[in-house]
């Protein structure tokens, strides 16, 4: 990934996006005006951070990429494998419940919030669609990976080799450290790799991020950058929900078609 920086926000970019028609963003936690535990670009309005300070935030980051709050649509994340298809007429709305959203309408902008779980973002060049996915232990072991790529097969009639992935910051084996019920649940939802799971002498160390890779590899996609950036490492740059003892903010992906 790159880092870019515009108007005091800084944010990062996936390299295999260059060129694609896309508005793209991997928000770090700089560039607005919240305080404290929640400083100082936080997006999310559930975390106990002043609403002022949240709708501020995302004023300056909508001006940023040059769209109002009719043209974005968000999930309200639950940890699940939901997956939506929106459109124009969804702008401006929260969708409940869901933990994936994808679109073929040029304008509309997809916005997640994050502090470890893993940021998931498919394009697909050959119908235009892009989307997003909220990807944490639960949502990975009730199979929001497979749901998000089956979505793009099913709305869009992609196929998976044709699809790129981009997966953002988000908590890394380094810091993970999960109970024997969460690797139980994950290795239940498909076979867990060996690799995947870190034996130390403190306990068990889940790798999040390769967990989310190697599904997609298993649904066929191909084509896929890692950020290799572990949140809980860098809270210089990025909320951890882990890192900071679950007081924190959220930090913002957002994706777009261009017109």
């Known amino acids: 990934m790159r880092r870019e920086s515009a108007n005091g926000i800084v944010f990062y970019q996936f390299e295999g996006l260059d060129g694609a028609g896309l508005t793209h963003a991997i928000l770090t936690r700089l560039g607005g005006v919240s305080q404290g535990p929640f400083a100082t670009l936080n997006l999310g309005h559930t975390v106990g951070d002043d609403l002022n300070a949240v709708q501020e935030n995302h004023r300056r980051v909508f001006a940023l990429f040059g769209v109002d709050r009719g043209q974005v649509v968000s999930p309200y994340q639950v940890h699940s494998a939901h997956i939506r298809f929106v459109g124009r007429e ?5 969708q409940n419940g869901t933990d994936g959203l994808l679109t073929t309408s040029p ?39 497979r749901a998000a790529v089956e979505a793009f097969v099913r709305h869009i009639g992609s196929r998976p080799e044709d699809l790129w992935a981009g997966i953002g910051p988000a908590i890394g084996p380094c810091c993970y450290q999960v109970g024997p019920e969460v690797v139980a649940s994950v290795a239940q939802a498909f076979s867990l790799r060996p690799d995947l799971v870190h034996h130390r002498a403190d306990g068990l160390y889940l790798d999040l991020p390769g967990v989310v890779r190697a599904e997609l590899e298993a649904q066929g996609v191909r084509q896929i950058e890692m950020s290799g950036i572990c949140t809980a490492c860098h809270t210089d740059e990025w909320f951890s929900h882990r890192a900071e003892g679950g007081r924190t903010g959220r930090f913002g992906v957002l994706v777009m078609l261009d017109r």
């Not at 969804?90 to 929260?94: A, L």
């Not at 304008?107 to 050959?126: E, H, K, N, Q």
């Not at 639960?138 to 199979?143: L, N, S």
């Open 107 to 145: 304008g509309l902008m997809l916005l997640f919030r994050f502090a470890d779980c893993v940021p998931l973002l498919l394009w697909d060049p050959v119908h235009r669609a892009v989307g997003l996915a909220h990807a944490g232990w639960r949502g990975v072991a009730g199979g929001v990976v």
């Open 90 to 94: 969804h702008g401006g709305t929260v």
